[in-house]
Every structure is written in structure tokens, then in C-alpha cells.
């Protein structure tokens, strides 16, 4: 189904400001239910870009797409005590919280409270994924993933956001991201979804929701891995890939209403070179893309009726859900 919506923004996330670019697209007001993406440029100072979807969210209906994490995993719930998403909001805005964003250095910092590891890597041998499951109380490295962080049929398995070592890893730049952007979205009144009810209640009237994404789903969703391409085969990493898999998905973005402000054509034309974000905004672009498929109704959300994923775990916007029976 289509949903009403004004502005979509997506934002690439990294720890560093370097790595964080947002894209973001306009409602083209045509009678053709099109859609403008319009700007792609760094996220810079965090506090004007909140401020700025506060006073827009007071008269219209805005989507955020995040790269990363909104949710714990069930585990973490059984062992912490918490019930929902919602009472951990709010223990995190008080200072009894604030050990949850320090990274345990040592295993025997590992906690419910404190549960990201490790800070760093460590000698050869001295850090595993096993002292995070035993610090946290749960059988298996395993159980520290959340039902939409398992592979799917059309992707690997995302990382456990606990485990915070390696190139894969999210943990670090979900901190961030919570520190900075959800728990001061708090005071302006952001909706975060699947929490604060489904895309059809959440867009019903003026404001800002942030939406967990998934790029390498959306990835998936648009056929990228399976395109032939001039340069070979894709990889976000490299330019050429880059831009042989936009002049793939022009057509097709052009043929649903989805069209580019001519001051950024050439750069997304060209792949998005190194200058201008390369693959960090190249995922932003994607991330907003996925969005406006949804908005458009040629995604569904695809948001499981388990309470534990409303409540507690998110999910993961668009992913197909394949869940053992309750």
C-alpha cells in the first residue's frame, strides 16, 4: 500500500563524520505520485540536522532511514530484565545508563548493563566472540543476534551489534547513533517504527519516524548482485561498479517516477567518486531508493504480528520474515 509521505531522508552512519552521509528526496506534487532525490551531501553537525527534522516534522510526514540497529535481541531482554524498547529508552536517558555506551575492555566488564565487546583487538588469541556470550549469560555467540540480523535467501547474516571488532561491525557506529541522534530525537517527538506502531499509524499525521534499513537488503530488492555490468561484477567499493549498477537502475527508477535534481545527476551518473562520499553515500542513495519503494507501495514493509519484534527486537524495513512458529 502507498503511503503519504513528504520528505525521506536516509542517512549512511560510521562513528566518524567522514564516514556519515544522508540523501534525501521530495514529493514531486505532479498528480503523478513522483518522487525528486535532490540532495546528497555529509550529515555534518548532528544538532542542526535533529533540529531541522523537528521544526519539518511540525507540518509534515518524514521518514529517516538509519543503517543501523533500533532494537536488542530477545536475549539480552531475558537476561536484562527490561520489557520493551520503550523502558529502555528511557533508563538509557537517565545516568544509571550511561555505562550501556562504554565498551568493555575486559571480559569481566561484560554485563547486561555493559554489554559491547571488545574495545579493542587485543593480542592474537586474547579476544573472542565466546567471552561475549558468556559475559551476557547466553549459550551461544548465536543467540546475540536478533530474528532480522539472521541471513535470508538473499543475504548473509548481519553482524551481532554486541560484537564490536572487525570490518563488519556496527556496534561502534549504533552507539553513536543512539547517543547522538535517537535519545536526543526524544525531546522533538521522533516516532521510532516498528515501536511506535506500524508505517500506516505512523504516517497518518505530521512528524518523524526513524526507520531501521538494511542497504544489503535493499541490495537485493533491486537486483544488484545479479546485474551483468561493463567493470564486472558489482561491488560497492569500486566507482566503475558503482556507477555501471546506477546506469542499470536509471531506467527503472525513471520508469516508476523516481527522477534526480540535475545539480546531482552527473555526480550519481558518475558512480559518486571518492570526493563526493563514494560508497558511504552510494548506500544512502540505496537506503532512500528502498524507501520510496515503500512509500510507493512497491514494497511492503513486511513487519512481522510478533510482539517480541514490535517491542523489543525491530526489525529490519522490507525484509521478508521467515520465523519459526511461536
Known sequence: MPFDIDEIYHADWSLGAKGRWKVHARRINDGDDGWCIDDMSPVGDIAPFINQ?????????????????????????????????????????????????????????????????????????????????????????????RACEKATATRNKAAVPFWTLGANQVGKAMLHGWQNLLLPGQDCGFHIWPFDGDLARLSQTPGTTLIETYPAEIYGWLGLHEMTLPSGRFAKSRQAARRDAIAQLMPMLESWGIVTEPSLYQRIANGIDNAHGKDDAFDALIGVIGLIMIAMGKRAENLPDRAMIRDQEGWIIGQFANLPAS
Not at 574495545?119 to 551476557?136: D, F, I, M, N, Q
Open 53 to 145: 527534522l523537528c521544526q519539518d516534522g511540525h507540518t509534515k510526514t518524514i521518514w529517516l532511514g538509519l543503517d543501523f540497529p533500533l532494537g536488542l535481541c530477545r536475549a539480552w531482554y531475558e537476561k536484562s530484565g527490561f520489557e520493551n524498547f520503550a523502558s529502555v529508552q528511557g533508563w538509557l536517558s537517565t545516568p544509571q545508563g550511561q555505562g550501556f555506551f562504554d565498551i568493555c575492555d575486559d571480559q569481566s566488564q561484560i554485563t547486561p548493563n555493559r554489554p559491547f565487546y571488545p574495545a579493542r583487538a587485543g593480542a592474537k588469541g586474547s579476544v573472542k566472540r565466546a567471552h561475549l556470550a558468556c559475559g551476557l549469560g547466553v549459550d551461544a555467540f548465536s543467540d546475540l543476534h
